[in-house]
C-alpha cells in the first residue's frame, strides 16, 4: 500500500504518460503507413466505399449535360413599362420591366420574385405564357405588390 494519496497518483500519472506516448507512436507509424499505396487501400475507410453501387430511386436519368430548362413570361399590368421594377429568380435580378412583358428561364425548384419596391403605388403582374413543361406558375396567375418584394413560389416542371 503506499505511504500517501500523492504517491498512488505520481504512479498513475507516470502509466498515463507512458500510455499517451504509446499511443503518439501509434498514430505517427500509421500514418507513415498510409504513405503507401497497399495500406491505404485496407486501411482506408473511403476507398473502401468506392465503387458501391446506390440504390436506384427510380428518378429519370438525364444525358449528361442536359439540364430541364423553362421560360415563364410576366407581364406588367397597366403600365407600358416599370423599369425599377425586377424579377427576381433565386434571390438574383435577371429582368426588369424595361418593355411591358419579360421571360425568365427557370429550373425546377427555383423561386420566383417580383420586387417592386422602388415603387410606392399597388402594381400588378400577370404570368401571360409559360412553355410547355412548367406546372407552376400558371398562366393568368395575377400577383398584386404594394411596394414590396413578392414571391410567386417555387417553379414546378413537369
Known sequence: MPENFFDLLEKWER????????????????????????????????????GV???DKGLPALVQGEERLGKVQITAVGYFSLPRAAVLVNGRPVASFKERKVWVKVREGDEIQIDASAYVSPLAFRV???????SW??????????????????????
Open 15 to 50: 502509466g498515463l504518460q507512458g500510455f499517451l506516448i504509446i499511443c503518439f507512436l501509434g498514430l505517427v507509424t500509421l500514418q507513415l503507413m498510409f504513405t503507401r499505396e497497399p495500406f491505404r487501400f485496407y486501411l482506408s475507410f473511403a476507398e473502401r466505399l468506392e
Open 137 to 158: 406558375p400558371r398562366v393568368n396567375c395575377l400577383i398584386e405588390t404594394n411596394g414590396t418584394r413578392v414571391s410567386m413560389g417555387k417553379v414546378k416542371l413537369k
Open 128 to 134: 401571360s405564357k409559360v412553355s410547355p413543361e412548367v
Open 53 to 55: 453501387a446506390w440504390p
